[in-house]
């Protein structure tokens, strides 16, 4: 069998990515160990930055959509915005992970996890056959796993791995059956091809491709954490270290749903109607559970993650829109949500630090007199959580409902109304407990002072916050973006 | 240069507060800056008004695009009756920061940043032309008056907050749903241009978010906790500029857009702000304390406009308008007012206060005024704006206008017992003989207030036949 022509340029975004995971390991080794932070926390933040960069000139140079690599990966702008979307999410997560107290020996090898994790992810959004889907969810899914389990010290941490290792294998298995379900009815593994055969051999009603969708859709599901495939969530986004929760609230999230919305147009158009009524309702669901079960949570990681399943929701609403609407409201959504995933856990990790200790809506009290910059930014990433205005997710959430309606969802748009009001009860608790308390009830800092403020973390924030609103503003620049991304889909 | 004037309106008081607010000011420099910009936005507005063509539809106008997919476009412009409510709500803007100034607030940066904000925000909803940018300044207004309630309040201010923020919300995201309805109906979400509808539904999304800002009957549960946990000043704006939000939304959105719902469900419309006026003059006359008198004299005045807005004819919004403007300077005086007298008495309980008129000359004088003007005397601009509306309305049947004039006589039934309360009868025990009266700053914020009610009850003419709807 001959060597297909690779099309390096096509595969850089991963490449840039597993370099800078090599290197860093390298230099776990190599580097004196008084540098070893700073030398993996470069590399690592290198690689996104290679890798955005890859990403952004495949995006210029694709305006075409090609199948590289004997027809086993796309080359087009859908995958490259996602690409930019999860290597902006990695500079930003390695800018929050460096200040966290990782044991000294796993600094080097985390930092190489985080990258080889993002070119996972990079490489599954261009993904175009099972074979490659499934290869990228379980590359960055592994490292996600030791990710999570990284902080070995303490307990919750380790939990967290394990029941992310067995959840999500379970998921990734659920998946996996999907798909050979789906290549045993069709005989094919390329998503296109899939199409085709169900049209040629009238394959639409046929109970093997049905399970197997059915199969897949729960298996991404699980990845994305949308609701009931969540159970998961809360327990890892809790017990992993904050910068890794901060990290996969936003860009396993993305790819997931992203690569979700590639396969379902791709490889199932012929099943448009069972497929979208079927994400209809795990949006549903997912907003009423993680809007219902947010209401009562006092952990604030916790909040947050099940928060991440109500968003799952919002964007599932865009997915079962199945339009090119749909598909921009998707992109569009993920920019400001990611950046105020990764700006609220930056503040969590701040206090974090500071308290050493989880971080709750007690002991959160008063922090927004105490520290005014991250202060500021927990509001205005509440803000554009809760999808107001002066925000980006507003205009998400805007696109989002236009796009269902659009599409004669309107029953969707109401769901989606109805649980942006009952999130607000909880993201304004946050702010509550920030600004309102009484002074009395202000936990203030433990005895011995506070750690130093990093500023790296404060940068993070600001570079969070200003994406969150400059999405607001900017809305044309970003739609046009969207659109070229979203035209290369097959609608 | 004129079509930004509409933008500068909007744009100067929230570049003032990003000022105010980021550079580190003293708390005393924080205060004065503040000041300065809301008096410079007052010059700003009455410069609008001198350049303002009032025969000539939408003036001031700039449509920038925002996001063209959707046919969303930054569109602004002011119509003759918008003007006079955007001067009213700058005019009360500085009259509350100025007395916020005076009064001394925690955090000032932040207190008067929000203020101005704030300011900003209002402006922005009275000049929106397009449905979404009408949606995000009116969301806007919600954001800083949140925490200027929620901070700066008084004890219950957190339960006050909750419900202030839950009922505005799940008005304004059925807006929303209806704006992205409607909007993708008429595949543009420009207010002039997009046509009209016939569909109830949407029309009640809207009417529904009006009647929770506004408030009318019966979704005002949020009203008496706001008016009274809110500090003076905030309380004043909210009842004075916040609430005509809905006023301007019904005017410029629901009835132009709408005409045929507006007109089927007039009735129902009329039913429940009849029932407001009348209920709302009630609890005003049975409230224990200064506030609950005006917040709940506010339900009824609001629920008043509502009935003039919904007489849907030129007499009816002509009045309503005037009245909006009335009614904002009025209860911003009165509220600060009450805010003046808590703070020498440090209560607001009717039973508690009492005489305070012997000796305090110029709070008898200045509540007296403003109380009469209120209470819609002949001759007052409160008169004619509710005469107006009264003419109005008895076209569309007369038991509408009975139930309008007798709100007014429970209306002199609740100013005067306020009035006798506070100023007459014998001195209260929480009323020390050491209470001052009205100090010169107290009275350089409320003054010009009555002033301006008294030049509209001279003049009313100057609003009601410059108006170019």
């Known amino acids: ?491 | 240069m004129n079509e930004w004037l509409t933008t500068v309106l909007i744009a100067f008081p929230v570049a003032a507060a990003l000022v105010v607010w980021l550079v580190p000011w003293t708390n005393q420099m924080a205060g004065s800056l503040a000041l300065l910009a809301a008096l410079v936005e007052v010059g700003i507005w009455i410069n609008a008004l001198t350049r303002f063509d009032f025969n000539g539809g939408l003036e001031f106008e700039q449509q920038e695009e925002w996001f063209g997919d959707l046919g969303v476009s930054y569109h602004v412009g002011l119509y003759g009756w918008s003007l006079w409510l955007v001067g009213m709500a700058v005019v009360v803007g500085a009259a509350a920061i100025a007395y916020a100034y005076w009064n001394g607030r925690e955090n000032p940066r932040a207190y008067f940043g929000l203020m101005l904000f704030l300011t900003g925000a209002i402006v922005g909803v009275f000049s929106s032309q397009d449905l979404l940018v009408f949606y995000v300044f009116f969301e806007a207004m919600l954001i800083p008056l949140y925490v200027l309630v929620g901070v700066w309040g008084g004890p219950g201010r957190l339960g006050a907050t909750i419900k202030f923020v839950i009922y505005t919300m799940a008005g304004s995201l059925l807006m929303l749903a209806a704006i992205v309805a409607y909007g993708l109906e008429r595949g543009s979400f420009d207010i002039p241009d997009s046509g009209t509808s016939d569909n109830h539904w949407i029309f009640l999304g809207f009417v529904i978010a009006f009647a929770v800002k506004a408030p009318l009957f019966p979704l005002h549960g949020w009203l008496p906790d706001a008016y009274r946990e809110s500090s003076a000043e905030v309380s004043a704006v909210l009842s004075g500029v916040v609430s005509k939000a809905a006023g301007f939304g019904f005017l410029a959105i629901a009835i132009p857009l709408f005409p045929g719902p507006a007109d089927d469900l007039q009735p129902l419309v009329l039913g429940l702000a009849a029932a407001g006026l009348i209920y709302g003059s009630y609890l005003a006359f049975r409230a224990p304390d200064v506030r609950g008198v005006i917040a709940y004299s506010s339900l009824a005045q609001m629920s008043l406009i509502t009935i003039g807005i919904f007489a849907l004819d030129d007499l009816g919004r002509s009045g309503a308008v005037l009245h909006m403007v009335n009614h904002g300077l009025v209860s911003a005086a009165l509220f600060l007012l009450a805010g003046a007298v808590e703070r020498r008495t440090a209560t607001g309980e009717l039973s508690r206060l009492g005489g305070m008129a012997r000796g305090r000359p110029a709070l008898a004088t200045v509540l007296m005024a403003t109380g009469i003007i209120a209470l819609a005397v002949p001759g007052s601009g409160a008169f004619a704006g509710e005469f107006l509306i009264l003419s109005g309305i008895f076209d569309d049947g007369w038991g509408w206008a009975v139930a309008g004039a007798f709100a007014i006589v429970l209306a002199a039934m609740y100013m005067l017992r306020l009035i006798s309360g506070v100023l007459h009868q014998d001195v209260g025990p929480s009323v020390p003989d050491e209470a001052l009266d009205l100090r010169p700053a107290e009275l350089a914020v409320i003054v010009p207030l009555v002033g301006l009610l008294l030049a509209l009850s001279a003049w009313p003419a100057a609003i009601t036949e410059h108006l170019s709807f």
């Open chain 1, 1 to 491: 069998m001959d060597t297909p022509v690779v099309d390096w340029f096509a595969l850089s975004p991963s490449l840039a990515l597993l370099a800078a995971a090599g290197l860093a390991l390298l230099g776990a080794v190599l580097v004196p160990r008084a540098a070893v932070r700073i030398f993996s926390a470069v590399v690592c933040a290198l690689g996104f930055v290679g890798a955005g960069v890859a990403a952004g000139l495949l995006f210029w140079k694709s305006p075409e959509s090609s199948y590289e690599v004997a027809d086993t990966i796309v080359r087009d702008r859908y995958g490259a915005l996602a690409q930019l979307i999860v290597a902006g999410a990695g500079v930003l997560a390695v800018a929050i992970s460096y200040g966290q107290r990782t044991r000294r020996e796993h600094v080097g090898e985390y930092f190489a996890l985080l990258a080889a994790c993002g070119g996972g992810m990079v490489f599954l959004v261009q993904a175009t056959t099972l074979m490659t889907l499934f290869l990228g969810l379980e590359w960055f899914s592994i490292c996600l796993y030791i990710l999570c389990a990284i902080e070995i010290d303490r307990v919750a941490s380790l939990e967290a791995g394990l029941k992310y290792l067995i959840v999500g294998s379970f998921g990734s298995a659920v998946l996996l059956f999907g798909s050979a379900l789906v290549y045993g009815a069709t005989g094919e593994l390329e998503f296109g091809a899939i199409a085709a055969a169900i049209e040629d051999q009238g394959l639409v009603n046929d109970g093997l491709v049905l399970a197997g969708l059915a199969m897949m859709i729960a298996g991404l599901g699980f990845k994305a954490s949308a609701a009931p495939f969540h159970m998961w969530t809360p327990d890892v986004y809790e017990g992993a270290p904050t910068p890794v929760t901060a990290f996969m609230s936003a860009a396993t999230k993305a790819v997931a749903l992203v690569l979700a919305l590639r396969v379902l147009v791709t490889a199932f158009p012929a099943e448009d109607d069972l497929w979208t009524i079927a994400v209809a309702v795990i949006a549903i669901v997912s907003l009423a559970w993680g809007n219902i079960a947010a209401l009562v949570q006092r952990n604030l990681k916790r909040m947050l993650a099940y928060s991440s399943i109500s968003h799952a929701g919002f964007m599932l609403i865009a997915i079962a829109a199945d339009s090119e609407l749909g598909a921009k409201a998707l992109l569009f959504y993920l920019i400001p949500y990611a950046a105020a995933s990764l700006g609220a856990f930056a503040v969590i990790a701040a206090r974090e630090r500071e308290l050493g200790e989880q971080v709750s809506i007690e002991n959160i009290g008063g922090m927004g007199w105490e520290r005014p910059t991250l202060g500021v930014g927990m509001w205005v990433f509440m803000l554009a959580f809760a999808g107001l205005p002066l925000t980006g997710g507003f205009v998400g959430k805007f696109y989002v409902f236009a796009a269902a309606y659009d599409s004669g969802l309107w029953w969707l748009v109401v769901a989606g109304v109805i649980a942006t009001a009952i999130s607000l009860y909880y993201y304004l608790a946050v702010i509550r407990a920030m600004y309102m308390r009484m002074p009395a009830e202000l936990q203030l800092a433990p005895a011995g002072g506070s750690p130093p403020r990093e500023a790296l973390l404060s940068a993070t924030v600001v570079v969070c916050m200003a994406v969150t609103v400059v999405t607001f503003f900017a809305v044309q620049p970003l739609i046009d973006v969207t659109e070229k991304a979203a035209s290369q889909l097959p609608f």
